[in-house]
């Protein structure tokens, strides 16, 4: 089992930038990917973006395409993810996420550990 730990988050305006950590530990991570899902209040949690540790393939949401970048620090064994140009609907409650990867984006079923969640609030 991985253990995922999140740091980052907070208040924004719209407009503005945040970033969120995520320090991995637990295991090897050559044939996983890494990433983030979202929860709004009253939704079902959704996918954000992730990037396999390895090859660096990266994915993304459609509605937070060029404004949030993915990225890794493998000596870290951390996962960032910078999210520009906020928008009130960005709000939400942001979890790391990990799995074992199939080339191709990752679904809430590949997961199998789950940090335990940053709130990030956006205002208009």
């Known amino acids: 089992q991985v253990q995922l730990v999140e740091s980052g988050g907070g208040l924004a305006q719209a407009g503005d930038s945040l970033r969120l950590s995520c320090a991995a530990s637990g295991r090897t991570f050559s044939s996983y990917v890494m990433g983030w899902f979202r929860q709004a209040p009253g939704k079902e949690r959704e996918f954000v973006a992730a990037i396999h540790w390895t090859g660096g393939a990266t994915y993304y949401a459609e509605s937070v395409k060029g404004r949030f970048t993915i990225s890794r620090d493998n000596a870290k064994i951390t996962v960032y993810l910078q999210m520009n140009s906020l928008k009130p609907e960005d709000t939400a409650v942001y979890y790391c996420?990990?799995?074992?990867?199939?080339?191709?984006?990752?679904?809430?079923?590949?997961?199998?550990?789950w940090g335990q969640g940053t709130q990030v609030t956006v205002s208009s």
């Open positions: 996420a990990a799995g074992r990867y199939y080339f191709r984006r990752p679904t809430r079923r590949d997961i199998d550990s």
